[in-house]
């Protein structure tokens, strides 16, 4: 479960990549751009969740982005630079080299550790079926779903080169499957890895088929090799409180930390109303982050309400997309939840004025200076922070000169870390003006 105390830093809403032709989701694109940001440091991912082509994904596709992500965060932090931890774990100190080993591309092999030559890769989890991630760790362990790490007969011989262990995500289940079998094993990993936290968010991840792979997953949180936590967030909000109550439910099902409730929209009800759907989604047990956003719902909270919601038992912070830092210089002055900047061109008045970190779409492309800007931040070097700022702030206008994530996809894709700027209607594409004023930051 996410807690208040992890409710911060830098918080990227993934864009939806789709195929140019079927307009299909675009999964090859999606893990791209997935492996991108969480190389760049990016303290969580947004998946569906705040964009503007958010209502126009399947319940079922959101699951599939969902098990997609689980797959790419295990991933990243089974292959990262601290991927050391299993060579720590036999008592040696140098990190590495758990890479390049002799006819093994896949990252992670085990070749180079004492007496351990070709003991299979241990990154390449899902579809992985011909060897067990942990093969040849103190002769052999396997991994169990459920997150057990077992070691087998012979700890200090090992089994042959080439043995096999548990073939992780070879079974049935699909994506969904092998994402959470995944998932199993960076727990299992990182049970004695060093600390650190990155954050995920994925809206709406109730549907059926492939994501009933991930239910019962007991929390989507995952460490990996070095302890990495990596919480992932649902969006589950709508303007009915019934169906939020079921997506929520839903999410919590397939292991989601907590889920992101936009403010009902549309119907605009009064505040005893919102705060009762809040009340009532929150019974829900799954931790629920506010999102407040006027310009898109119709309706701006009174600053009273939102300290009523936020007091809700359950409830542990709240995204503010409001026109300017009023709320959340008030909210800081009383002593608040944690407040997430979600208007980026705000984003450093916000941290002046005590916002807990950011969510921020135009992080999809610049993450590494987005995630340094916020470091420097918190690490009182409030000057170098507003430069890192102001030198952002030209492209973050233009990334929002059109709807959103219009520009954002089509610098993406001109980038090459997705096949396409596609978007499905009411959405279209950016203007060849804009085209022209982006192409500069290619």
């Not at 109730?206 to 992932?232: C, D, M, Q």
């Not at 939020?244 to 403010?263: I, K, N, P, Q, S």
């Not at 702030?393 to 089509?410: D, H, M, S, T, V």
Request: glycine content about 16%.
């Amino acid at each position: 479960m996410l807690t208040m105390e992890e409710l911060k830093g830098v918080y990227v809403p993934v864009v939806t990549p789709f195929m140019a032709s079927s307009q299909e989701l675009a999964l090859d694109g999606f893990r791209r751009l997935l492996a991108a940001l969480l190389e760049a440091g990016v303290d969580g991912l947004v998946i569906n969740g705040t964009t503007g082509e958010s209502p126009t994904v399947s319940q079922t596709e959101v699951a599939l982005l969902l098990a997609a992500a689980r797959e790419a965060v295990a991933a990243a932090c089974a292959g990262r630079e601290e991927r050391g931890l299993l060579v720590g774990l036999l008592g040696r100190e140098e990190r590495g080299p758990l890479v390049g080993s002799p006819g093994r591309e896949e990252r992670g092999s085990l070749a180079g550790l004492p007496g351990r030559a070709e003991r299979g890769p241990l990154v390449e989890l899902p579809g992985c079926a011909e060897r067990g991630p942990l093969v040849g760790l103190l002769g052999r362990a396997e991994w169990e779903p459920g997150g057990v790490v077992r070691p087998g007969a012979g700890a200090n011989g090992g089994a042959a080169a080439g043995d096999a262990g548990i073939g992780v995500g070879s079974g049935s289940g699909g994506l969904a499957a092998a994402a959470a079998d995944a998932a199993g094993f960076a727990a299992a990993a990182g049970s004695s890895g060093a600390a650190g936290t990155a954050h995920l968010v994925a809206a709406s991840a109730a549907g059926s088929g492939s994501a009933a792979g991930l239910a019962g997953a007991g929390g989507a949180g995952i460490a990996g090799a070095a302890g990495r936590r990596v919480p992932i967030v649902v969006g589950t909000g709508t303007n009915d409180t019934a169906e939020t109550v079921r997506r929520t439910a839903r999410a919590a099902e397939l292991g989601a930390d907590a889920a992101l409730v936009v403010t009902p929209y549309y119907n605009r009800p009064s505040p005893a109303g919102v705060v009762a759907h809040f009340r009532r989604v929150a019974e829900v047990g799954l931790p629920v982050i506010v999102y407040e956003i006027p310009h898109r719902t119709g309706l701006a909270l009174p600053l009273d309400t939102i300290r009523e919601i936020l007091e809700l038992d359950g409830v542990i912070g709240i995204k503010d997309s409001t026109a300017g830092v009023q709320l959340v210089t008030e909210l800081s002055r009383l002593g608040s939840k944690p407040v997430l900047c979600g208007e980026d061109r705000q984003w450093f008045a916000a941290l002046c004025c005590g916002a807990a970190g950011g969510m921020l779409a135009s992080a999809n492309v610049r993450t590494a200076r987005f995630a340094g800007l916020y470091r420097s931040f918190a690490a009182g070097r409030t000057a170098e922070a507003k430069r890192a700022f102001d030198e952002l702030l030209p492209l973050i206008r233009l990334l929002f000169a059109e709807p959103n994530p219009g520009p954002l996809k089509w610098l993406l894709a001109r980038e090459g870390i997705i096949g396409s700027d596609a978007m499905r209607l009411p959405m279209t594409g950016i203007s060849a003006p804009l085209q022209a004023e982006l192409a500069a930051y290619l």
